[in-house]
């Protein structure tokens, strides 16, 4: 079983809907979550941190279940410019506290 | 402004013959980091330095060296490159490497293999 995986998509959707993605992870000392947004050729920029009690940042919604081992990320109102491979990023939970990737689901918004 | 500066952006090679790639900071943070990603797959990580302390993942194959002769600057080099390592190389860094920071990310320089 990979560390960190996720579903790669891609996932179609249309302007406007909402998405949700998940990120399962294997570690349950993991401590520390992240998501990051990949464009096509470029490098992942950090979209949002996930916190224990869950956050928010605008149209963006992340949470973490530790019972279950997964974290989540909601986008609501899809805009054509959130087209994009969205990486999660789990913290190894060992001494060297080195992040782990998915391989990214990737989104496609269409008008 | 450019914090963290990989050159170059696009790099081209011949099989076996010996490339080094290029990473500099200007954030003056203690780890430097180099990732692999392949195409469609995760960022994977090959070492990092934390100060001048060199970490080499296990699977990290020995074609595979770094350095880093100062804070600002890291290089990796691929001493024969082959056909499979062909792929965006990521050098990132963080102030200390604790849990909850985050990674700084240069734009990447993709290899190509010939």
């Known amino acids: 079983r990979k560390e960190v995986e996720q579903d790669p998509g891609p996932f179609n959707v249309p302007e406007g809907a909402t998405v949700a993605f998940n990120c399962t992870y294997s570690?349950?000392?993991?401590?520390?979550f992240f998501w990051y947004r990949q464009d096509c050729r470029k490098e992942p920029k950090l979209l949002m941190s996930?916190?224990?009690s869950g956050n928010e940042d605008g149209r963006f919604t992340a949470q973490l279940n530790r019972a279950s081992q997964y974290i989540s990320l909601l986008i609501r109102d899809s805009k054509l410019s959130d087209s994009a491979t969205y990486l999660c990023?789990?913290?190894?939970?060992?001494?060297?506290?080195?992040?782990?990737f998915g391989g990214g689901t990737r989104l496609m918004v269409k008008p | 402004d450019a914090m963290v500066i990989q050159n170059p952006r696009y790099q081209v090679t011949q099989f076996g013959k010996p490339v080094t790639l290029s990473c500099s900071q200007t954030?003056?943070?203690?780890?430097m980091y180099w990732y692999q990603q392949k195409s469609s797959q995760a960022p994977k990580l090959l070492f990092h330095?934390?100060?001048?302390?060199?970490?080499n993942e296990a699977d990290t194959p020995d074609n595979f060296q770094s350095r880093r002769p100062n804070t600002s600057f890291c290089f990796l080099d691929i001493r024969s490159p082959g056909l499979g390592d062909a792929a965006m190389y990521l050098c990132?860094?963080?102030?200390?490497?604790?849990?909850?920071?985050?990674?700084?990310f240069g734009s990447g320089t993709q290899l190509s293999v010939l």
């Open positions: 990132a860094t963080s102030v200390e490497g604790a849990a909850n920071e985050k990674l700084f």
């Open positions: 570690n349950s000392a993991s401590q520390s």
């Open positions: 996930v916190y224990s």
């Open positions: 990023a789990v913290n190894g939970g060992n001494a060297g506290n080195m992040l782990t």
């Open positions: 954030l003056n943070h203690n780890v």
């Open positions: 330095y934390y100060d001048k302390d060199f970490n």
